[in-house]
């Protein structure tokens, strides 16, 4: 049995030294959190009193927490964006290769069918019947 169907390692971009660099980091980062969290001892504390607490104010509290993870998420990706703008200003390349931003490439190289292609409406097949 296959749980991950025609997924497999070829999808990882080992060729792409931002993409690995940034997975790098993010997995770096969370294995240093959680070493500290378990190294101090946090565990149990966090268990039982945070993560299935069922008091709304430290639900509220994780809430934001995970709101500014994401807002600082966000101003990441809109840095991004403009550095990738600001760097391909005047015909040169910018920091990332035209073929990122190509999804069609990447979904045939896995083996996926075309996903950008216009479905037909059962809805309106249906109606285009009945006339």
């Known amino acids: 049995m296959n749980l ?5 390692w070829s999808a990882i971009p080992f060729d792409q030294p931002i993409i ?3 997975s790098g980091g993010v997995v770096l980062v ?3 959190i959680l070493s500290w969290v378990t190294l101090k001892g946090y565990v149990p504390y966090l268990w039982r009193e945070w993560i299935t607490s069922v008091d709304h ?3 509220g509290i994780m809430y934001i927490i995970l709101a ?17 703008q600001a ?5 040169a390349q910018g920091y990332l290769p035209p073929e990122h931003f190509d999804q069609n490439r990447r979904s045939q190289r896995v083996g996926r069918k075309d996903t950008c ?3 037909t409406s059962t809805r309106s097949s249906r109606h285009m019947a009945r006339s």
């Open 117 to 119: 292609r216009p479905s």
């Open 57 to 59: 104010k430290r639900i």
């Open 30 to 32: 969370i294995v240093l």
């Open 87 to 91: 760097v391909a200003a005047g015909g």
């Open 68 to 84: 500014l993870i994401m807002l600082l998420r966000g101003f990441a990706d809109a840095i991004m964006m403009r550095a990738q």
């Open 20 to 22: 690995m660099g940034a």
């Open 4 to 8: 991950l169907g025609k997924l497999d």
